[in-house]
Nanobody, 126 residues
Framework: QVQLVESGGGLVQPGGSLRLSCAAS????????IGWFRQAPGKEREGVSCINNNGDSRYYADSVKGRFTISSDNAKGTVYLQMNSLNPEDTAVYYC???????????????????WGQGTQVTVSS
């Protein structure tokens, strides 16, 4: 049974950093693509970043390029999202997602991902 558990969310001041973790169980991390989505109040879910099963391809939303970095540690079964230079527009619930297939042209579509975690809240505020 595929399970994804996010952690690391919280309250941070503008300009600060957070590192989200996604602990994967029930499957071999190296065989799945993993991604991060976020959803702010009143807005649709937005693809933030993803990494393919080999870890050699990464994609980012334009809104986070240069600030966020996705990485994976297959030995620990964990995927990370390092978030720097956070601003209030980054406030959202962040979800970890997984799927056996990664389609470059559709990675940012929520319907492309079959497994979702429960989410972790990130609030950027002074």
């Amino acid at each position: 049974q595929v399970q994804l558990v996010e952690s690391g969310g919280g309250l941070v001041q503008p300009g600060g950093s957070l590192r989200l973790s996604c602990a994967a169980s029930g499957f071999t991390l190296g065989k799945y693509a993993i991604g991060w989505f976020r959803q702010a109040p009143g807005k649709e879910r937005e693809g933030v970043s993803c990494i393919n099963n080999n870890g050699d391809s990464r994609y980012y939303a334009d809104s986070v390029k240069g600030r966020f970095t996705i990485s994976s540690d297959n030995a620990k079964g964990t995927v990370y999202l390092q978030m720097n230079s956070l601003n209030p527009e980054d406030t959202a619930v962040y979800y970890c997602v997984a799927d056996l297939s990664l389609y470059r042209s559709r990675w940012s579509s929520a319907s492309s991902w079959g497994y979702w975690g429960q989410g972790t809240q990130v609030t950027v505020s002074s």
